[in-house]
């Protein structure tokens, strides 16, 4: 018979409970986790269910049957080309339009169109590019690691942050588009829905020279017919005595609902009574410095680098879609953008 050859003291450890080895994750990182997953499999979490049967009319059999309606609609759709039909990328567009399949496809239209338009401002969205990664480290713009209390991911934006003696309008917008891609597929931000934080502290008139009337109208058209995001609360501050006119000319392009949501605050101090000043970087009263929310952001952006620019590969034949009529409730997507570009 074999036998042991431990010593009494080598017995008594190996039966000891081992310690745990491993890191105890925090909350914030259990929720990194949970939303990771979610992200892969358009699934909300349990708890939010409910809300967004409520809310969007969501339920899994509605869901999966939607999801077929939509990839029939790009399958037999004469100009779409290629785009794709996963489930994250399909539900941006079924949760924003509250599952009217109609009006889900139309967006999805407008958003291909868009994309294949105006791709100085939509596509090539490479976070190695040298331009756009200067920009981010600068900190011009910033979606916050934390929700703000309605659950909403919040995005702040630093004009003063924006070289405009550097980079034009076309790296501003590419940024923005960046960023809004890397969100989209969050499946609690598809039903919670978005905050926009703008600090204009910084602002010069060469911010406001960067774009052009019809550029504004045509993109803030783009924002809030194409682009598959809930915009629920749009905050201003600090803005600049010569910037108060462009900014009252763009909301003026806004929808009631949306201008509805748009509130202006003269310093921090009032921005804080709105947003929950924990939740934001350090140097607006939070606790985690800028530069580290930079950080966590570029690490986000090169892990779905290759998601981003796989974006690139959709493609929509505009001309093709002139002619098209299997979209209900719009004319002509193409031909609408050609005419804002000339009004």
Request: one cysteine or more; aromatic letters at 6%; hydrophobic letters at 35%.
């Amino acid at each position: 018979m074999a036998t042991s050859v431990l010593q009494p003291e080598e017995c008594r450890r190996e039966h000891e409970p081992k310690p745990d080895i491993e890191p105890r994750l925090t909350e914030d990182e259990r929720l990194q986790i949970l939303e990771a997953k979610e992200r892969e499999t358009g699934e909300l979490p349990v708890e939010l269910r409910e809300r967004a049967r409520v809310e969007l009319r969501e339920e899994a059999g509605l869901r999966e049957q939607a999801l077929v309606q939509m990839r029939h609609f790009i399958e037999k759709h004469p100009a779409i080309k290629k785009s794709r039909t996963d489930a994250p990328f399909l539900l941006r567009f079924l949760r924003t339009k509250k599952y009217s399949i109609p009006q889900a496809c139309s967006m999805l239209e407008r958003y291909l169109t868009i994309r294949q338009m105006y791709p100085h401002w939509f596509q090539k969205l490479d976070p190695l590019d040298p331009k756009i990664a200067a920009v981010i480290d600068a900190g011009y713009l910033v979606p916050l690691p934390k929700r703000d209390a309605e659950g909403r991911r919040v995005v702040l934006s630093c004009m003063g942050r924006f070289d405009p003696h550097v980079y034009d309008s076309c790296v501003m917008a590419r940024v923005h588009s960046m960023i809004v891609e890397l969100l989209l597929d969050e499946p609690r931000s598809q039903l919670l829905g978005y905050t926009h934080v703008n600090d204009e502290a910084g602002m010069q008139m060469p911010h406001v020279s960067l774009w052009s009337l019809s550029d504004v109208r045509i993109m803030l058209n783009c924002i809030q017919n194409s682009t598959p995001m809930r915009h629920k609360r749009t905050h201003f501050v600090n803005i600049p005595q010569y910037g108060v006119r462009f900014f009252e000319f763009a909301v003026s392009l806004l929808s009631e609902k949306l201008k509805d949501r748009v509130m202006f605050h003269r310093t921090s101090e009032d921005l804080t009574k709105h947003v929950d000043p924990a939740i934001l970087p350090k140097e607006y009263g939070g606790t985690v410095p800028l530069k580290d929310m930079i950080e966590e952001l570029k690490r986000n952006l090169l892990k779905h680098r290759d998601e981003l620019l796989a974006l690139d590969d959709m493609y929509v034949d505009l001309y093709a879609l002139e002619k098209n009529d299997l979209t209900q409730d719009i004319h002509s997507t193409a031909g609408s953008f050609r005419k804002l570009e000339l009004d």
